[in-house]
């Protein structure tokens, strides 16, 4: 009788049908009704979209801070393991998830990258020896990979503090516009996370992962080389070696705990020393992919292959330019979530062909009797020294 | 009612590959803890028996890629 009675409801209201009877005249008004808010109340039916928004975004946020909790507890157990008796180490563990870095003021740009470096290594000095405090048991290798599982763990709970915020902020305000914005990101963001989460757990175990894989191939290419190795700059080493007559340096993080080291300090003093017999640098380093194309595929160009903040790229990139040495780029495509989670096989696999392809450069670019220098950057968790 | 997500997805095991010194064989266990590239460890080599063998790798297994699986995704030709 309802559903009937409605649809001839709308039928007789259509046709203005002489004989209506009483479920029709309510039927009519309720559309009447419906039409006067849509003209009177414009902004309804970005009301009842906003209502559809929210509670999409916070059936994600619920995954996020699932995953941040998870991420969070995981990294808890394993300080735990290396912390003596008697450290509240949940609530150090708070501190540093909550710990920050203010960048340096650029309105006058002149040396601010020396300001950011100082800032960002003081910051990064600061957090590992807090790490080290809470984790006394650990040795230093180690020691390195749980700062790393730490810093997981601040970025997955800065993650979901930002989308909670903006969250709040769009159904506090009931701004469409801001969690408009928030839900085209979101699945971007859990993408993020989810790579956050697998990345704890190979930080938790100490596996190498696909960032590493720059490194892999520079331990490679001097694998079975008569080498003098020695620390060059903070977890950072060097090898020195003869490639068919070429005096080769090969710059690489010290492993295998998780470490990027600083491969410009190292290069700007492999320069001091060697001055004008470089000839050529060499950047291997993982790459972001753009999608639909292959990981682990290496791609080479010019220019210094490095991320993070910019100062070692800055630093390497002017002293190449001021000794007029030209650098050249292998890089080892991977998505941003295949760079911190476990290595995929294509990735190992391809260190491989880089090392041949680094070989065949040195053969090519360099003369021989002259140096060259092979940096091999990235994180250096699970990747021993050779 | 998230309870479809709370699992989430499988993190990825990876696997350990050895080869021995002695007669050069390769072969690969799960990752252990400890564990790492180039590492040396004192583990029998299936085949002759030595007690040495060394890390080359350490990587996730994958599966091998279907033909024809979308025309879009560029392929090793
Ligand atoms: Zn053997």
């Given amino acids: 009788m309802g559903l009937f009675g409605d649809v001839a409801g709308m039928l007789s209201f259509l046709q203005f049908a002489p004989q209506q009877d009483l479920i029709s005249i309510v039927t009519s008004l309720i559309w009447i009704v419906f039409m006067m808010i849509f003209l009177l109340y414009p902004t309804f039916s970005q009301r009842l979209q906003l209502g559809y928004i929210l509670r999409d975004l916070e059936r994600r946020l619920n995954r996020l801070k699932a995953m941040r909790d998870e991420v969070r507890a995981r990294t808890l157990e394993t300080l735990k393991k290396y912390a003596e008796k008697g450290v509240d180490v949940g609530r150090e563990l708070d501190n540093l998830l909550l710990s920050f870095m203010i960048e340096p003021e650029s309105m006058d740009p002149y040396g601010v990258v020396y300001k950011l470096e100082h800032i960002a290594r003081s910051w990064e000095d600061t957090f590992e020896e807090h790490v080290k405090a809470i984790c006394s048991k650990a040795d230093r290798e180690r020691a390195k990979t749980l700062t790393n599982l730490v810093d997981v763990a601040r970025g997955m709970d800065y993650l979901y503090r930002v989308v909670r915020h903006y969250y709040l902020l769009g159904k506090k305000t009931s701004n469409v516009y801001i969690v408009l914005q928030v839900q085209m990101l979101i699945p971007q963001l859990m993408e993020i996370a989810e790579a956050y989460r697998q990345a704890s757990y190979a930080f938790m175990h100490g596996q190498p992962i696909g960032d590493g894989v720059g490194v892999l191939a520079a331990a490679k290419l001097v694998e079975n080389m008569e080498k003098k190795t020695y620390e060059i700059a903070k977890d950072t080493i060097v090898h020195e070696t003869s490639f068919e007559g070429r005096k080769l340096f090969v710059l690489r993080a010290a492993g295998p705990g998780g470490a990027v080291g600083r491969p410009a300090d190292g290069l700007l003093k492999i320069l001091e020393s060697e001055g004008d017999r470089v000839k050529a640098i060499i950047m291997i380093d993982a790459g972001l992919k753009l999608e639909g194309e292959e990981t682990g595929k290496v791609v080479e160009g010019i220019g210094a292959a490095i991320g993070g903040l910019g100062v070692e790229k800055f630093k390497i990139e002017e002293a190449s330019k001021k000794r007029n040495i030209p650098l050249y780029a292998f890089v080892i495509y991977q998505s941003i979530g295949e760079a911190i989670t476990p290595m995929k096989e294509s990735i190992a696999k391809a260190a491989d062909e880089v090392v041949e392809r680094v070989k065949k450069l040195i053969t090519s670019k360099v003369e021989e009797g002259f140096s060259v220098i092979v940096a091999g950057i990235g994180n250096t968790v699970g990747i021993g020294v050779t | ?77």
């Fill in chain 2, 1 to 77: 009612m998230f309870s479809q997500f709370r699992a989430g997805k499988p993190v990825p095991k990876p696997m350990t590959y050895l080869k021995c010194l002695e007669c050069g064989t390769i072969n690969s266990r799960p990752f252990k803890d400890g564990d790492y590239v180039f590492k040396i460890v004192e583990e029998k080599c299936p085949k002759c028996g030595s007690n040495k063998m060394k890390i080359i790798g350490i990587y996730v297994k994958e599966p091998q890629k279907k033909q024809a699986q979308s025309r879009i995704v560029s392929r090793r030709a």
